[in-house]
């Protein structure tokens, strides 16, 4: 079902400190994590993707962990700067078809 | 990284009309997906757009008031019928090469506010 509730949790953080943004998911058979970073006025922007094999990945200033015991996953971004200023959102691959069902989004405000 | 277009990025309907909603993407693509997001809130899947045939669609959705076409690899519509003010959000497209060659990527969206 659709998700309720009108206000996103915010992270705010000051520039060049590092972010993790958490996310808690629902399918213990979920086999595919990606996390979305959305702009005010955009859609949601590819940030990086873990299978289920993994426990961690790396991309540039961003890592993603997958701790699968408790169906927890985050994403570390380092020296958060201004423009990472966005919501983000984590999703799950868990059905058929490769459909993904997404977490409730984080808004992350980075203060100069 | 397929980029996708979406068109239009935003209109204000009256109630009772219908909108149809043009998502293009700029190379042949296996699946494609429509979204809806209310504003702060996430999206929600509205139904998987299927080349060639009906698209699937998820529970609370249905085909009469949300008619999807997929007439090619490249190119799906959604259409919004009948539109009453609850039908205000954000629809959003995405498309992927396949289930296991994710990730979907996103196109920036159509405003859609009904009167």
């Known amino acids: 079902g659709e998700s309720v509730g009108l206000h996103l949790p915010t992270l705010s953080v000051q520039e060049g400190d590092n972010s993790i943004i958490n996310c808690a998911y629902s399918n213990s058979a979920s086999d595919y994590f990606i996390w979305y970073k959305q702009e005010s006025g955009k859609g949601p922007q590819f940030i990086i993707d873990i299978r289920s094999n993994m426990d961690k990945r790396q991309g540039q200033r961003v890592t993603v962990l997958l701790n699968k015991t408790v169906k927890h996953l985050s994403l570390q971004i380092a020296a958060t700067q201004p423009g990472d200023s966005a919501v983000y959102f984590c999703?799950?691959?868990?059905?058929?078809?490769?459909?993904?069902?997404f977490g409730q989004g984080t808004e992350l405000s980075v203060k100069p | 990284s397929a980029v996708i277009s979406q068109k239009p990025s935003r209109d204000i309907c009256q109630r009772g009309t219908s909108l149809t909603i043009q998502c293009q993407v700029d190379?042949?693509?296996?699946?494609m997906f429509w979204y809806r997001q209310q504003p702060g809130q996430s999206l929600t899947l509205i139904a998987t757009a299927n080349q060639g045939s009906e698209a699937t669609y998820e529970s609370g959705f249905v085909i009469d008031k949300f008619p999807i076409s997929r007439p090619n690899l490249t190119f799906s519509t959604l259409t919004v019928s009948n539109m009453s003010p609850e039908d205000s959000s954000i629809y959003l497209c995405s498309a992927a090469r396949g289930p296991e060659d994710q990730p979907q990527h996103f196109g920036d969206g159509t405003r859609l506010s009904i009167l």
């Open positions: 190379s042949q693509v296996t699946m």
């Open positions: 999703a799950e691959r868990g059905g058929e078809g490769g459909k993904l069902i």
